[in-house]
């Protein structure tokens, strides 16, 4: 696994990284990758987790804290405009951190089969599912 510089002498070797990193891939499966990408999943679901308390004790603390008719009650808008606004960056949070891993997934698997690594920058899931299919991954990908 390793090959001749073109400027050693004629004993030195110098060892092909490429090949030591696609075999230590290959070694212990992703493993790395799949940490980040689980640990990452589960800080996303702490914080979710977070955002809804969040949201419900606003909306009781709003709520106790009025007087007048239940009628005139307008707490609505935590619900309705506050938790809207965090929910929906949530789902940005969580569609940036799948784009990230998609990307280093796309990496590793590029190394193990000696190619290119696409271009993810634009339609990131598309494009991983297009790449990860054309690799040899289950055709099932492309019912996503």
Same mark, same amino acid.
């Given at each position: 696994?390793?090959?001749?510089?073109?400027?050693?002498?004629?004993?030195?070797?110098?060892?092909?990284?490429?090949?030591?990193?696609?075999?230590?891939?290959?070694?212990?499966?992703?493993?790395?990758?799949?940490?980040?990408?689980?640990?990452?999943?589960?800080?996303?679901?702490?914080?979710?987790?977070?955002?809804?308390?969040?949201?419900?004790?606003?909306?009781?603390?709003?709520?106790?804290?009025?007087?007048?008719?239940?009628?005139?009650?307008?707490?609505?808008? %935590?619900?309705? %405009?506050?938790?809207?606004?965090?929910?929906?960056?949530?789902?940005?949070?969580?569609?940036?951190?799948?784009?990230?891993?998609?990307?280093?997934?796309?990496?590793?698997?590029?190394? %193990?089969?000696?190619?290119?690594?696409?271009?993810?920058?634009?339609?990131? %899931?598309?494009?991983?599912?297009?790449?990860?299919?054309?690799?040899?991954?289950?055709?099932?990908?492309?019912?996503?």
């Amino acid at each position: 696994m390793s090959r001749r510089s073109k400027n050693a002498d004629a004993d030195e070797t110098v060892p092909d990284y490429g090949d030591m990193y696609r075999d230590s891939l290959l070694l212990d499966k992703c493993e790395m990758s799949r940490y980040l990408s689980t640990s990452h999943v589960e800080e996303l679901g702490v914080f979710n987790q977070t955002l809804e308390k969040f949201i419900g004790d606003e909306d009781q603390r709003i709520a106790s804290s009025y007087n007048g008719p239940p009628e005139d009650f307008e707490g609505w808008w %935590i619900q309705d %405009i506050l938790g809207n606004h965090l929910r929906r960056a949530f789902v940005c949070a969580s569609m940036d951190a799948t784009a990230y891993h998609l990307n280093h997934l796309c990496q590793d698997v590029a190394v %193990i089969v000696r190619q290119a690594s696409p271009d993810l920058s634009r339609e990131p %899931i598309t494009k991983a599912q297009v790449f990860l299919v054309q690799v040899g991954f289950d055709k099932s990908l492309s019912a996503v």
